[in-house]
Nanobody, 126 residues
Framework: QVQLVESGGGLVQPGGSLRLSCAAS????????IGWFRQAPGKEREGVSC????????AYADSVKGRFTISRDNAKNTVYLQMNSLKPEDTAVYYC???????????????????WGQGTQVTVSS
């Protein structure tokens, strides 16, 4: 069955870094656009970054641009989100999601994504 599993979250100090992984099974990841989303306490889910199945097209939310980098390793069927210069406002549960619309630019709208992981907690606190 189609499954996405996030990992790599944890507690980090402001200014620190984390790398999140999204491992896909049940489908070939490079046929899909992959997005990272997050939901902070009391906030709506927001799009963070996405990468198109047709690399190298990527997009980032303004709030993370220049700090986060999305990438994919098709051989490992895994997408990564490298998060640098983390801020307390980055604290959230982070989800990866898959969109089969690989021939369109990926978008940071959750409605476009069909498959979702369970989420991994990222906490940025001193």
């Amino acid at each position: 069955q189609v499954q996405l599993v996030e990992s790599g979250g944890g507690l980090v100090q402001p200014g620190g870094s984390l790398r999140l992984s999204c491992a896909a099974s049940g489908f070939t990841l490079d046929y899909y656009n992959i997005g990272w989303f997050r939901q902070a306490p009391g906030k709506e889910r927001e799009g963070v970054s996405c990468i198109s199945g047709s690399d190298p097209y990527t997009a980032y939310a303004d709030s993370v641009k220049g700090r986060f980098t999305i990438s994919r390793d098709n051989a490992k069927n895994t997408v990564y989100l490298q998060m640098n210069s983390l801020k307390p406002e980055d604290t959230a549960v982070y989800y990866c999601a898959a969109d089969p619309s690989r021939f369109r630019l990926c978008v940071l709208r959750g409605e476009e994504y069909d498959y979702w992981g369970q989420g991994t907690q990222v906490t940025v606190s001193s």
